[in-house]
């Protein structure tokens, strides 16, 4: 019984320092209002101004990522669009330039005038803080993954155009064209979305990861599923 009480304090203390390490993920929204493909919608009033950026980091992924292949269109189409609300969500106004306020010492120039190396070298050199960059606000866990994946390098530019490559994988992990081929319904699709995005609510209203660090949706789940309606053509797509 001591052996067994020991390892079970042992793992409340390993998750308390886990989730200690979390709380420097910290995001912040200029915005109230933000103008999402052709509409308008303001950010729930009970939104918190400081939250975390929690995503793929979450899951386990192997030390080193295979090169993959999307089947997403590199533009335009329901991607573009989803991506529109997800950065509404996670970004604000200051799109594929957005760095995280609760980042004391800035990027040297903005994101998309960096390189990859430049990023992983102002995220090195400022330890202790909040690094969640671009209009996906990735974290470095995740942007270090996804840009092995995509097969990038240090030398590449962190234009808009990467970002939304590295979205649009992101996108794929949530199920996008098992959606589109109506093989998981649109709440499926959204819910899973909503485990990668801490901005955006699952069905009861609240963040996947609301009250941890201070996660909560920064929109309602009626508005996210208004514009995911107005997306996709639920009659040739997974229905509701």
């Known amino acids: 019984m001591k052996k067994l009480a020991a390892s079970t304090a042992f793992c409340l203390i390993a998750a308390t320092l886990s989730s200690a390490a979390s709380a420097n993920e910290l995001a912040r929204f200029d915005s109230r209002k933000i103008a999402v493909t052709g509409l308008n919608?303001?950010?729930?009033?009970?939104?918190?101004?400081?939250?975390?950026?929690?995503?793929?980091?979450?899951?386990?992924?192997?030390?080193?990522?295979?090169?993959?292949?999307?089947?997403?269109?590199?533009?335009?189409?329901?991607?573009?669009?989803?991506?529109?609300?997800?950065?509404?969500?996670?970004?604000?106004?200051?799109?594929?330039?957005?760095?995280?306020?609760?980042?004391?010492?800035?990027?040297?120039?903005?994101?998309?005038?960096?390189?990859?190396?430049?990023?992983?070298?102002?995220?090195?050199?400022?330890?202790?803080?909040?690094?969640?960059?671009?209009?996906?606000?990735?974290?470095?866990?995740?942007?270090?993954?996804?840009v092995a994946e995509a097969g990038l390098n240090r030398n590449d530019v962190f234009t808009p155009q990467v970002q939304d490559l590295l979205a649009d994988f992101l996108l794929e992990d949530a199920g996008f064209t098992p959606f589109m081929q109506g093989k998981i319904s649109r709440h499926r699709f959204m819910e899973n979305l909503a485990r990668i995005w801490a901005g955006l609510p699952t069905s009861t209203g609240r963040s996947y990861y609301h009250g941890h660090a201070g996660n909560r949706a920064v929109i309602t789940w009626n508005e996210f599923d208004s514009h995911m309606k107005s997306i996709f053509d639920s009659s040739l797509r997974g229905t509701s």
């Open 41 to 146: 919608f303001a950010l729930s009033p009970s939104a918190s101004e400081s939250r975390i950026h929690l995503n793929r980091s979450m899951i386990a992924t192997p030390s080193k990522p295979s090169l993959r292949r999307l089947t997403i269109p590199t533009s335009g189409g329901p991607s573009a669009a989803v991506r529109h609300v997800i950065a509404t969500a996670e970004a604000g106004g200051k799109g594929y330039d957005a760095v995280q306020h609760g980042a004391r010492i800035k990027p040297p120039k903005r994101p998309t005038g960096m390189t990859i190396g430049e990023i992983y070298g102002w995220i090195a050199a400022t330890p202790g803080q909040p690094h969640a960059i671009g209009r996906y606000q990735f974290i470095p866990n995740t942007l270090k993954t996804l």
